[in-house]
């Protein structure tokens, strides 16, 4: 049994989490047993831990602790979390982790049968959508988040929404005690359950729950990468089109190469002023929407990342720039280049989290037609357009359900730059981007294929700064080789 009994500044915490303390208390007296004295109805036969953790209102902190603890993360067979429980809504159920994972489902129909028992009603639940995106996108600010993504099965109940410190609007008055007794008794019965049947909690898994019923986790893999068959067939047969054609592609993967490089070239100074300083610092946790650093923009930081990327595009640029109009065949060699790009992407995301193929399906199957619409610029803005509704679907998830609003996309920032989301999402990110780029550059006709060695610009100051840098290193190792085998000494490299 778990309950934070921190608040956020200037919070409602008679509510978040006063309420969900309170409730811990009384169970953990109603569970005690005298010393000396006959055991009373509700003696466990194992071992309950009733947890008042810390940092609560802050990612979670105490109860990531809690998690990651040897003392106890071997030993765990459930957790119920309790978080706002005396508002004025019906109960609700938050099941999201840290990983794409799902408590046990047997967990989640026994909690939802004692709510039902004590209030009458069925206890809500994140949309079929939401907890799709929350697969896609592990991401909670309740404390199951940590449990649930070390395969531990944890359940959160809560009258609050998405946010728990939104529990109140300004107009409430007072906490909703037939609602805290109802909860209370209904946490009491659960943990009567559990302890007489450890098995109703056991392991981790995936699924979505759809009204009364849940779809398991596979099926609805199978389906994206079903989904993601017919994109696939399509890249592999324009490639081999262009082949076949005689069609040159190598210039087109340099240019998007060099795209690629750009957009690393920008995640690294956005990690480098993260070490730096320039972000907010903090756990690898996700920092309370209402705290000023999930809700204030570094603009000094923001300002110094624009005009580092900026000088970088100055230099990247040169190579990409049209020297001439391109040729239809040409055109289609960047489509190819950034839609065969596309296909591998999205087969290491399906290596990584299949679930993620939701924010990427909308871009596969909307600029796969990008070689069709010709010379319809409002049909292919419409097209270019369509493909950027994946990542829209995850900013708009932070910014409706977590009410962020305008601040969803320093929030989504803001945990790539604590650790939270993890090194492997920002590569793909970038990969993702870089194929953007190509596809955008090409609907606006400024597109161009990487030139060859005559056509090439000469190098910039920094370029060929590095690459001298680079022969005076093989020199040097040259040089110190050379008396090791008995050859002789290199007079120069080119």
């Not at 509704?389 to 998830?397: E, M, Y």
């Not at 955008?440 to 920094?462: F, I, K, N, Q, T």
């Amino acid at each position: 049994m778990l309950a934070h009994r921190d608040a956020d500044p200037g919070g409602r915490g008679a509510n978040d989490n006063g309420s969900g303390t309170a409730v811990l208390i009384e169970l953990a007296r109603a569970f005690a047993r005298a010393p000396s004295g006959p055991p009373s109805e509700l003696t466990p036969k194992h071992t309950i831990v009733f947890a008042s953790t810390d940092g609560g209102a802050f990612g979670g902190l105490g109860a990531a602790r809690l998690a990651a603890s040897p003392t106890y993360r071997d030993r765990i067979v459930a957790v119920l979390n309790l978080d706002a429980v005396a508002g004025d809504t019906p109960a609700r159920l938050e099941l999201a982790g840290d990983e794409p994972r799902s408590p046990a489902a047997v967990l989640v129909e026994t909690v939802a049968e004692r709510l039902r028992e004590q209030t009458g009603v069925e206890p809500g639940r994140t949309s079929g959508l939401g907890q799709l995106i929350d697969l896609a996108f592990p991401f909670s600010l309740y404390e199951q988040a940590p449990f649930v993504a070390r395969g531990i099965p944890a359940v959160t109940i809560t009258t609050a929404g998405s946010r728990p410190e939104l529990a109140f609007d300004d107009r409430s008055t007072g906490l909703n005690g037939l609602r805290l007794t109802q909860i209370g008794r209904a946490a009491q019965l659960t943990l009567g359950s559990l302890d007489q049947s450890l098995d109703v909690g056991s392991g981790t898994s995936t699924y979505v729950y759809l009204g009364s019923r849940f779809v398991r986790g596979w099926a609805i893999e199978l389906c994206l990468v079903a989904a993601l068959l017919p994109f696939l067939i399509a890249a592999v047969d324009l490639f081999a089109r262009c082949r076949r054609r005689g069609i040159p592609l190598r210039p087109a993967f340099r240019a998007l190469r060099a795209r690629a490089g750009y957009w690393l070239v920008v995640a690294g100074l956005f990690e480098l002023l993260a070490l730096l300083g320039a972000w907010p610092k903090g756990a690898s946790r996700p920092p309370s929407p209402a705290t000023e650093a999930a809700g204030t923009w570094p603009l000094f930081g923001l300002a110094v990342l624009v005009v580092l990327a900026s000088g970088a595009w100055l230099l990247a640029r040169r190579p990409l720039l049209p020297l001439r109009p391109s040729s239809a065949a040409d055109e289609l060699a960047g489509h190819t280049a950034a839609l065969v790009s596309l296909g591998v992407l999205s087969l290491l995301v399906v290596a990584t989290n299949p679930f993620a193929l939701l924010f990427l399906l909308p871009s596969l199957h909307a600029w796969v037609w990008l070689p069709q619409v010709g010379e319809r610029p409002v049909v292919r803005a419409a097209v270019l357009a369509a493909g950027f509704s994946g990542p829209a679907l995850l900013l708009g998830s932070l910014a409706v359900r977590f009410e962020l609003g305008l601040d969803a996309p320093w929030y989504a920032a803001e945990l790539l730059a604590l650790g939270y989301v993890p090194l492997t999402s920002l590569v793909l990110a970038v990969a993702w981007t870089a194929a953007a780029a190509q596809l955008v550059a090409l609907g606006a006709g400024r597109y161009a294929p990487y030139p060859s060695g005559p056509d090439r610009p000469p190098r910039g100051p920094v370029r060929e700064l590095v690459r001298q840098a680079i022969l005076t290193i093989l020199r040097l190792r040259a040089r110190r080789r050379a008396p090791l085998d008995g050859t002789a000494r290199p007079r120069g490299l080119r």
